[in-house]
């Protein structure tokens, strides 16, 4: 299983909620052969970073998030 760095920062409902969307699609990367290593802070904006790549705003649903995920593990060679 390799490792995927995720860091989330964000106010803390929104970290609340895409920490929940994570151990909701926790499974799903695992099946992928990913172990989504998980960091979280509290900001002003929303910022997942995955793979060193930055990107703004909350997805619209936790599949939007697990697809942010795959696509950027596949890009980093994850």
Same mark, same amino acid.
């Given at each position: 299983m390799r490792p995927v760095r995720v860091s !989330?920062?964000?106010?803390?409902?929104?970290?609340?909620?895409?920490r929940e969307w994570l151990r909701y699609i926790r499974e799903v990367l695992e099946e992928w052969g990913i172990h %989504?290593?998980?960091?979280?802070? !509290?900001?002003?904006d929303?910022?997942?970073e995955v793979c060193g790549v930055a990107h703004r705003g909350l997805p619209? +649903?936790?599949g939007v998030l697990l697809e942010l995920i795959? +696509?950027?593990? %596949? %890009?980093?060679g994850g």
């Open positions: !989330v920062c964000g106010p803390e409902y929104y970290v609340y909620t895409l %989504a290593e998980a960091v979280y802070g !509290v900001c002003d929303v910022v997942i619209d +649903n936790e795959l +696509n950027a593990s %596949a %890009a980093c």
